[in-house]
């Protein structure tokens, strides 16, 4: 029997919009965790080890990782051997609570102080989706009725520096660039003195994610640090770390290295669209505790959203599949 032509009647009511878009949007999670979930739990199944270990197992696959899913696992059978869980739906409905209960701290929204230039920092490794997560990101900003400046520094790829200025352009947002291979702190430098000329609201900094070594990257980024906190104690007021969600657990081997060497302080999940390993995020969630802002899920202006924990557990694991 096919699950799929139940609707439920409460949804009718909640605006299409966000919630919508979201679960449309994460087709390869939905596919698999939500479809292989909702299966296994809709049936009359008995609640043994065979039900935990494809339960356990489906969580591995979207990449919610060993020590999360042991966790969320724990949580379940526990409850089972209390007798407070009795059939799969229940398991089911307690699975998504601790799944709930694991993001729900993370979902804190970026907040702009008036300090102006409130600066965020923006790093990452090359390919993440960088450069086009701060043209959304200062599009969305400058939505929400702010003045912004950006900060080209990424000097060591030509193509992140013409990239950004043509989003620059077409956002008619003013974008502070040097000539490919400068001094990367140079133009954070000049970016800091005219984002407080003109006083913006804030300055946004790319900046890049490769180096000739991997130590030479971290030593620019703590050096663009350096002089951005010079210009002004308070910032950077945010150091937002760009990752790709498809990379799985790759993704939080990146955060460690980042968070150790600028102390990362929000995050943005990429390509949530287009990976069957959603579940990195519970993953991140769990493990780290840091505010996940953003959530891209397309390639569209208007793909990035602010996270909200419940709108993305809602489009992971229904309240009644």
């Not at 308070?234 to 081997?253: I, R, W, Y």
Request: net charge neutral; proline share 3%.
């Amino acid at each position: 029997m096919s699950h799929s032509h139940h609707s439920n009647p409460s949804e009718k009511t909640r605006p299409a919009g966000l919630f919508g878009r979201l679960r449309e949007k994460l087709t390869a999670t939905q596919r698999n965790f939500t479809r292989g979930l909702t299966d296994l739990l809709l049936g009359e199944r008995a609640l043994d080890d065979n039900l935990f270990e494809q339960i356990e197992t489906l969580l591995l696959a979207a990449d919610v990782g060993v020590e999360t899913t042991q966790f969320l696992l724990k949580g379940i059978t526990d409850q089972v051997a209390r007798q407070q869980l009795n059939n799969t739906r229940a398991v089911y409905s307690a699975l998504r609570q601790g799944i709930l209960s694991i993001m729900s701290p993370c979902s804190r929204r970026l907040t702009i102080i008036p300090d102006k230039p409130f600066v965020i920092m923006v790093v990452g490794v090359n390919g993440v989706g960088k450069t086009t997560t701060i043209a959304k990101l200062a599009k969305l900003l400058k939505n929400a009725g702010h003045s912004i400046t950006l900060a080209a520094a990424d000097t060591f790829r030509a193509a992140a520096i013409e990239q950004l200025k043509t989003w620059a352009e077409r956002l008619d947002i003013p974008v502070i660039a040097q000539h490919t291979g400068a001094d990367a702190a140079a133009v954070v430098h000049d970016a800091m003195i005219a984002a407080t000329a003109r006083a913006s609201d804030i300055l946004i900094v790319d900046t890049a994610g490769r180096q000739h070594t991997q130590a030479g990257l971290m030593d620019e980024l703590k050096k663009i640090r350096r002089v951005i906190a010079k210009t002004k104690p308070a910032a950077p007021h945010e150091v937002l770390l760009v990752l790709d969600a498809s990379t799985g657990q790759n993704a939080l081997s990146q955060l460690t290295h980042f968070t150790e060497a600028v102390g990362v302080t929000g995050l943005a999940l990429t390509k949530l669209d287009g990976t069957a390993k959603g579940g990195i995020l519970i993953a991140i969630a769990r493990q780290t505790g840091l505010p996940i802002r953003y959530i891209g899920v397309g390639e569209g202006m208007d793909d990035l959203q602010e996270f909200n924990a419940e709108e993305f557990v809602d489009a992971i694991l229904p309240k009644s599949p």
